[in-house]
């Protein structure tokens, strides 16, 4: 009768324990950084000669523009600017895959309901802020995407990590900013 009791304690006790650690690694991996932050932020940040940081934004804004991106929001008293643009996410590869398995699952005597991505909204932000020199800006861009599926739902929301959409962004931005400040 003891063992049951002493079982009957100890079963709650270390399986609380066993819960107690897992919020603690969970809280842990949470506030951790990933191993590739830095190279992350260093890809999406660059440093500009000027100390204007309007016009820096408004650059920005006219990159965007003309790849096609449509303005959402600008601050320049709190150096940030948002902009969108729709793009459509079908993928033949996804759709025959789901069309195959509907024939499958169809075959085998099931109801199959195939769904594959159709639309995209990609985002933009650039932030601005002044570096420890008062004559240089730093600008940061992320480009992020949310995808819906052929029944509106959203299937994926991500940060497109792909180094040549941030050279691309900066190169422009780069010529923008040098050909405004040189009245070219």
């Known amino acids: ?6 079982m009957l304690v100890l079963v709650p006790a270390i399986s609380t324990a066993g819960c107690e650690q897992q919020r603690i690694a969970q809280e842990t991996s949470a506030l951790t950084l990933a191993p590739d932050i830095a190279g992350k932020r260093q890809q999406q940040m660059r440093q500009f000669d000027t100390n204007d ?7 920005s804004a006219s990159v965007l523009q003309d790849l096609g991106f449509t303005i959402e929001e600008a601050s320049a008293g709190a150096g940030l600017l948002m902009a969108s643009k729709d793009r ?5 590869q996804q759709v025959a895959g789901q069309l195959i398995l509907a024939a ?3 075959a085998a005597g099931g109801r199959a309901d195939p ?7 990609i985002r933009v932000s650039v932030a601005t802020r002044r570096s420890a020199n008062p004559h240089v800006m730093v600008a940061r861009v992320t480009f992020q995407r949310v995808i819906w599926n052929t029944k509106d739902q959203v299937s994926r929301t991500e940060t497109i990590e792909d180094p040549r959409i941030y ?3 900066f190169r422009k931005l780069s010529q923008a900013t040098f050909l ?4 070219i």
């Open 115 to 121: 769904v594959w991505e159709k639309q995209q909204k």
């Open 1 to 6: 009768m003891r063992k049951l009791v002493a």
């Open 104 to 106: 499958l699952v169809a």
């Open 167 to 169: 050279q691309e962004f």
């Open 88 to 92: 459509d996410a079908v993928e033949a």
């Open 53 to 59: 940081e309007a016009f820096l934004l408004s650059a």
């Open 180 to 183: 405004t400040a040189h009245d």
